[in-house]
């Protein structure tokens, strides 16, 4: 058994808790997901990353593309103890859960085949521009598949091979793949939804009320847990909501 302080993860540093689907190769075509996305699939990942946000206030901002999902804790957490294990396997079973649970509510007329599982890990980032580069790292993993993917299966429906698609894509641009899907497919990239392009996030929003009447008018803020789509490179998004992370500095 790990003694408990070597389980601990650095003090006053962001937690990045990452979970990934296993399998989930498998589990698509089992469930005869969409290709290359499932709307279905893509919110039922987005409302089970909701589904842990609700239950852990800790966690102040999630970003999700695919099967995996990253949950950022907040520096000054002291969740568990701040324990590793705990942590990963609290969001892991969490995650899980709520994915069959919520099943029947994206699926109506399909049946879960098997239960499906989910692998975590916990990295630490002192850094706020260092986690800020982690996310971007991942949203431009997902623009890249993205792209990718949206070839290849435009490739196949088509009518080519899989390994003849993959062939001819191997080693090519972004500005190639771009062309490819305007002047083969008719596809302009830009106009696929932004969650296929860029992924979805969840976060405590603010949003602004009115409260009172007459002259007593008030403005009230509360936060409100919301799954959006869109740009989280650059500095942007974090200048726009800078209360999400708490980084005021080098904006
Ligand atoms: N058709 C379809 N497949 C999806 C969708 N989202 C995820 N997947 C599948 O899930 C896979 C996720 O990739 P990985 O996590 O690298 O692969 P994995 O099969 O889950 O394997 P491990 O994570 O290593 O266990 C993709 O390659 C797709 O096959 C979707 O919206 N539609
Ligand atoms: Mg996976």
């Avoid at 206030?57 to 695919?66: K, L, N, R």
């Avoid at 994915?99 to 029947?104: I, L, R």
């Avoid at 630490?124 to 580069?133: G, I, K, N, Q, T």
Wanted: glycine content about 6%; overall charge positive; hydrophobic content about 40%.
């Amino acid at each position: 058994m790990a003694l408990p302080w070597r389980d601990r993860l650095l003090p006053l540093t962001w937690i990045v808790i990452r979970i990934d689907g296993r399998s989930f190769h498998r589990f698509a075509e089992v469930h005869d997901f969409q290709k290359p996305n499932d709307i279905d699939a893509l919110n039922l990942m987005n409302e089970c990353a909701k589904a842990v946000m609700e239950d852990l206030p800790d966690i102040v901002f999630a970003y999700g593309v695919s099967d995996e999902y990253s949950f950022v804790i907040r520096k000054e957490s002291t969740l568990y103890g701040r324990r590793s294990s705990k942590l990963v396997s609290v969001i892991v079973s969490l995650f899980a859960a709520s994915y069959v649970f919520k099943w029947q509510t994206f699926f109506p007329d399909k049946k879960l085949q098997y239960p499906p599982a989910f692998d975590g890990r916990a990295v630490c980032y002192p850094e706020d521009s260092v986690l800020r580069d982690y996310l971007s790292w991942r949203q431009v993993d997902c623009h890249i598949n993205n792209q990718y993917n949206t070839c290849l299966w435009s490739m196949i429906k088509a009518g080519k091979s899989k390994d003849c698609a993959n062939n001819e894509l191997k080693g090519t641009r972004a500005d190639f793949k771009n062309e490819m899907l305007f002047k083969q497919f008719g596809i302009n990239y830009n106009d696929l939804p932004a969650m296929f392009r860029k992924g979805s996030y969840v976060f405590r929003k603010k949003v602004q009320s009115n409260s009172g009447g007459g002259t007593q008018v008030s403005k009230k803020s509360s936060f409100v847990l919301t799954i959006e789509h869109g740009d989280i490179i650059g500095d942007t998004f974090w200048k726009e909501n800078p209360y999400i992370l708490g980084i005021k500095e080098n904006l």
